[in-house]
T-cell receptor
Framework: KAGVTQTPRYLIKTRGQQVTLSCSPI?????VSWYQQTPGQGLQFLFE???????NKGNFPGRFSGRQFSNSRSEMNVSTLELGDSALYLC?????????????FGPGTRLTVL | GQNIDQPTEMTATEGAIVQINCTYQ??????LFWYQQHAGEAPTFLSY????GLEEKGRFSSFLSRSKGYSYLLLKELQMKDSASYLC????????????FGGGTRLMVKP
């Protein structure tokens, strides 16, 4: 089975712009979670989608949003980019819901905001 | 809230054993994961504990004590390729697949 794929792998934007990142989960996986990883804050949960519905949301401002399509692919969007949004954005897919479902991470999208 | 603590950095010698500790404070604990992350790469799953005790998987073992809010990852027969960050993460009841991660422990293995 192919793993989790994320596009693009690298992105450079300027402050005030918006960006859309894409994640394709492992075939058959229905849950997709997004995380932001920075040297200072580590890995922080952004949101989780299951069956096109947002199930959980982390403590991030409304500039961060996401969605999931019927084929389980997911996108996240960041509007009005700030310098502090520079980070590695990781997507993780899981077979189902809840208890101890193992998450498989994609390679990430490294976003640099200038 | 949740608080997950692990040492920032550790150094060990090739062939030795190293123990990476993780302490957590969380309500509704539902399991603890260990992930390995090499620089510039995605985290990869190492182990999962939900009940107290030791889980062994080859050179890697993980231990959990729920009453103490404590876990450790034990790496035996260290190899140079084990140089990486090791992430402790906790899942909570009623939180879907959300994981809360510690800051990670960067392990350097020296010859």
């Amino acid at each position: 089975k192919a793993g989790v794929t994320q596009t693009p792998r690298y992105l450079i934007k300027t402050r005030g712009q918006q960006v859309t990142l894409s994640c394709s989960p492992i075939s058959g996986h229905r849950s997709v979670s997004w995380y932001q990883q920075t040297p200072g804050q580590g890995l922080q949960f952004l949101f989780e989608y299951f069956s096109e519905t947002q199930r959980n949301k982390g403590n991030f401002p409304g500039r961060f949003s996401g969605r999931q399509f019927s084929n389980s692919r997911s996108e996240m969007n960041v509007s009005t980019l700030e310098l502090g949004d520079s980070a590695l954005y990781l997507c993780a897919s899981t077979l189902g819901l809840g208890f101890a479902n193992l998450q498989f991470f994609g390679p990430g999208t490294r976003l640099t905001v200038l | 809230g949740q608080n997950i603590d692990q040492p920032t950095e550790m150094t060990a010698t090739e062939g030795a054993i190293v123990q990476i500790n993780c302490t957590y404070q969380t309500s509704g604990f539902n399991g603890l994961f260990w992930y390995q992350q090499h620089a510039g790469e995605a985290p990869t799953f190492l182990s999962y504990n939900v009940l107290d005790g030791l889980e062994e998987k080859g050179r890697f073992s993980s231990f959990l004590s729920r009453s103490k809010g404590y876990s450790y990852l034990l790496l035996k027969e260290l190899q140079m390729k084990d140089s990486a960050s090791y992430l402790c993460a906790v899942s909570k009841d009623n939180a879907g697949n959300m994981l809360t991660f510690g800051g990670g422990t960067r392990l350097m293995v020296k010859p």
